[in-house]
């Protein structure tokens, strides 16, 4: 029991940490404590609060204007004058341009799964609860857009409806709705036949009182953790319909476009062209690494 | 198990249908009529009721589905606006060329991660263990078309050891795979679209393979005295079926998802031909490759599933 306060390794199973914290009790402070002792997931939700604060303060940090050209300065290296990582292939300078990027990267990254989450997730917990027809359409519709890789799924419906950032936004939110659709199903199917669910419904309660209090709470965990991951295949995703000029329009500083305006340059400039891809992979990295460690401290089967 | 095959075909003809209805609807889903593109700007109230009965857009919408739909069936998916070509002829030369890199891509990733995957299972928490892992998940973290130009960068512009792009001066028809001269357009485009299928394989391979070495028969043929190599023989066999799964549905992705990376590449397979319908708004070459690739990756997942079925008698689907 002394050593409770030495980090715990990821890994750890539920047993081992009660032994090790006598203290803890609920499930959301057993996965706080397992949080608080990891110490890479740690690391990585810095990195992530890192971008988060870059993006949201990008007016405040940003050197220069990120749309500011000059004929002058252009495709310069890392450090030329005062442009610390370059410039573009229009002389905008590099660091202005990637800390702006964060916006819209990480707007692209979570906007489509927080709606997912919603929409999918409710469809998910009516069709497990209702069960019968319902959740047989419900279902079989879901089943249609898994016969689409992802990429593929949200190639065909921006490209279908044009580019622009929200037509992105919208076919990304389209690609994750059924995942996280089967998943919030498979748990409601798994709960709804309990014991405690017939004894709320016996006692009298009511549809939508049963799903809040007794339904969501075990569906949360598994969407939740779910959602985390699919967060950096979002990023990835849009930055792929940027860069196919799908996403995001110019002059936006965004990741993914600013890859595909700077590929012409590639003989020119090759490191100054790589970096967005290297915050590209930074971000997505991050989520995925923070993603593992709360499936771990979640204790999440998926 | 003919049955559970039965019933697995079967239910893969909703899908499919769904599948073809999602493909016409995107017609929908594009901006303004999709006639207009057809028109010119002076054309009278008579041209345009008579292009629409050619065109049968003057129909209901479910009967446009079912024309279209009998079509499709015969192989008919209609003309590109921008090459006047048949959609069908685009699709499937096209089709030949991304089956090559896809195929040799999922080669590839399978050698690669399996080994690797088996080690790391095999020493559990070491040193190949992290590596395996750190390798698994920049996999799947990294975006892929950003690996492909930074071995651009390396392999093409500063060592020059191989071309950027295309497929070799021949194109489609002069390209083999026996010749070295065509066979170096492929490499950087294979090894870009293994990145991720070296990672996803990895990953089930380890978790298989450990799944089958805790397991009590192990244990047992550790006890009788066995060889550590074929100790791991038998849990290898064990997690084969399993992960030859994986590659299969991984197979699927590559088929479908390879727009980014032929982009890249200037690769003439059907990702190219769905980035030049994007840029041309070429909505019948759109659609038609759309349609073909879905339907590749449904008839991929249904052999997976069946094969599996097949190879492994443990699994018994009623």
Known sequence: MSNATTSVPSGLDAGGLDQLSPDVRSYWQMVGFRLRHDPVTLFFGAVILFVILAAIFAPLIAPKDPTLTSMIDRLKPIGYKDYLLGTDELGRDMTSRLIWGARSSLLMGLMPVVFALLIGGALGVIAGYVGGKTNMVIMRIMDVFYAFPSILLAVAISGAMGGGMLNGLISLTIVFIPPMCRIAETATTQVRGLDFVEAARATGGGTGSIIVTHILGNVLAPVFVYASGMVSVSILLASGLSFLGLGVAPPTPDWGLMLSTLRQAIYMNPIVCALPGVAILITSLSFNMVSDGLRQAMDVKL | MLNYILRRVAYAIPISLGVTIFCFALVYLAPGDPLTRLLPDDATAETIALIKAAYGFDKPIPIQYLNWLGRALTGDLGQSIQTNRAVADEVLIALGNTIIISTAAVILAFT????????????????????????SVLGVSIPNYWFGIVLIIIFAVNLRWLPATGMGPGGSEGFSIWEWSSVKFAILPVLTMAMVPIGIIMRSTRSAVSEVLSQDFVQTLRAKGMGEAAVLRHAVRNALPGVLAVMGLQFGYLMGGS?????????????????????????????????????????????????????????KRG
């Open chain 2, 112 to 135: 690669l991660a399996f080994v690797m995957g088996t080690v790391a299972a095999y020493y559990n928490g070491g040193v190949a263990d992290r590596v395996a892992t750190s390798v």
């Open chain 2, 259 to 315: 727009i980014l990376i032929e982009t890249i590449f200037t690769w003439p397979g059907t990702g190219s031909l769905l980035n030049q319908a994007i840029l041309n708004r070429d909505i019948p070459v759109l659609q038609g490759t759309i349609l073909v690739l879905a339907l590749i990756f449904v008839m991929t997942n249904l052999a997976v599933d069946i094969l599996q079925t097949a190879v492994d008698p443990r699994i």
